[in-house]
């Protein structure tokens, strides 16, 4: 047994070892997280055994109550600022953070519009019902098809990215334009405005290295090309500075270079939106403090406000794309824990391996970005002191880790479920069929009832692309994860 050690060496600076290893912390947790008399987690009034025993693990379990709360919130705090500059304000969800149509029905319902960045994450939008005219469609190299097919559907906004882009959707509109006269494509111009941020960051230079957007000095030449074709109209500027951002300073600096471009296109036609993006950070651990969005959403609109002032221009309506801070915290990942191994490293001291039935394929940030997450036992409550752990997957790479430093009781054993928060955002959306392993469905809870909004795959689903595997139907092969409980 490992004895708990508050100054284990091992521990990063940042994680504090808690009073309560079973705590659900505030803020990192859905608000319907709790654990109930036996010590069991719940999740939108649904208990973890029951999601295991109906579903399997690993799980994604989303949280319908928590994604409806923050998209109106912050659709809410955006509105609220911007009505009290005089001006308007457009929240798009960024699909790219999660999408299905059961998503995409939730936060259109509070309000928001929807983005896509690619022809897949569109034809899920539109699947869903989203209004055409309620989509901004983003990329550096959309395709042909996916632009006549934007534009054959009628999708409101598309953010032009290049010189290149501009032409070539201004053929497109214009072969649209002569089936349907006097038709015109809405169009914004991505703009790289040298700021990028992160967390508690920002770098602000003449140039950011970057494949997105076209630089702050080439903007006006191609605002104006847009503008000499027929087809095209120009709305606005867009830039999107970085994510999982936490203050307001990068996106003031980003706001006062766009509103001094904004300023100087406005003399050569009409340009009554500004498009800013998301980036809004969330906590993934107690450790993280992210400004709530209210002071976010009012230090921006602010900034925007002032620049505008200075050169004596009316504030355009202004539209954000949170991603992350609408989805993120309403994700819970269900693991089974399958061996535990203690790890001496001498001096230094013992970290606890806890192997789950996941990994890297159905979580790839830290795997991809070094990212921290945190975990609790979630079938009971354990009993031992904490111990500092990391949670890892199943996968064959050493990187293969799914919460990197946490305090785990020390009782945590094989056949315990393991729950790791804040796995809304980018976790399905970036999920992998590594090792040959099945993505996990994705299940619903609310009200006490859960149910699919996307199946899991099953191992059959894998073995049918192989051109080599004979179709014999379902097979009746183990650790398939299928997620099909009845609802
Ligand atoms: C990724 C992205 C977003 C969303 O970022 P979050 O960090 O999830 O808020 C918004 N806009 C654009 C253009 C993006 O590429």
């Not at 939108?44 to 109550?65: K, M």
């Amino acid at each position: 047994m490992l004895p708990a050690s508050p100054d284990d060496a091992l521990a990063p600076d940042w994680l504090k070892e808690p009073a309560d290893p079973n705590g659900l912390a505030p803020g990192v947790w859905p608000a319907s997280a709790r654990r109930d008399a036996e010590g069991e987690l719940e999740l939108g009034g649904v208990g973890v055994a029951a999601l295991r025993a109906r579903f399997g693990t690993p799980l994604y379990v989303l949280d319908e109550a928590e994604v409806r709360a923050h998209a109106a919130r912050i659709r809410g705090a955006f509105d609220a600022a911007a009505a009290a500059h005089g001006t308007k304000a457009r929240v798009y969800y960024a699909g790219k953070a999660f999408l299905s149509t059961e998503v995409a029905r939730w936060v259109t319902q509070e309000g928001l519009r929807v983005d896509v960045c690619s022809g897949g994450e569109l034809e899920v939008a539109l699947a869903a019902g989203v209004k055409p005219s309620r989509i901004g469609f983003h990329g550096n190299n959309k395709s042909v098809a996916e632009l006549e097919r934007a534009v054959a559907v009628g999708v409101g906004t598309i953010i032009l990215d290049s010189a290149i882009e501009i032409e070539r959707l201004g053929a497109i509109a214009e072969r649209r334009g002569t089936q349907s006269h006097g038709f015109r494509q809405r169009v914004l111009l991505r703009v790289n405005s040298g700021v990028h941020a992160e967390t508690h960051d920002f770098l602000a230079t003449a140039h950011e290295d970057q494949k997105f957007g076209t630089p702050l000095e080439a903007a006006p030449a191609l605002a104006e090309r847009i503008r000499e074709i027929p087809s095209l109209r120009l709305r606005g500027l867009h830039c999107h500075i970085g994510s999982q951002i936490f203050g307001s300073t990068g996106f003031a600096e980003s706001a006062s270079r766009m509103i001094e471009l904004h300023a100087a296109l406005r003399e050569g036609g009409e340009l009554p939106l500004l498009n800013l993006g998301g980036g809004f950070g969330i906590a993934y651990t107690a450790a993280d403090d992210p400004t709530p969005i209210e002071e976010l959403a009012g230090a921006i609109v602010e900034a925007v406000a002032r620049e505008c002032e200075v050169r004596g221009i009316p504030i355009p309506t202004l539209a954000f794309e949170p991603g992350r801070a609408v989805i993120g915290q309403a994700g819970v990942t269900l693991y089974e824990v399958g061996t535990t191994k203690e790890v001496s490293l001498g001096e230094r001291g013992e970290r606890l391996y806890v192997s789950v039935d996941g990994g890297m394929s159905d979580n790839a940030r830290p795997a991809l970005y070094g990212s921290q997450y945190s975990a609790r036992i979630a079938s009971r409550e354990g009993t031992g002191l904490p111990v500092l752990a990391r949670v890892v997957g199943s996968h064959c790479e050493s990187g293969d880790i799914v919460v990197d430093h946490e305090y785990l009781p020390s009782d945590v054993t094989p056949g315990d479920l393991l729950a790791v928060p804040a796995t809304g955002a980018y976790c399905h959306a970036l999920s992998s069929n590594y090792n040959h392993t099945p993505r996990p469905a994705v299940v619903a809870v609310r009200d006490g009832h859960a149910r699919v909004i996307v199946r899991g795959e099953t191992l059959d689903d894998l073995l049918s692309r192989d051109a080599g595997i004979a179709a014999t139907g379902p097979t009746e092969r183990t650790g398939a994860r299928t997620g099909e409980g009845e609802a």
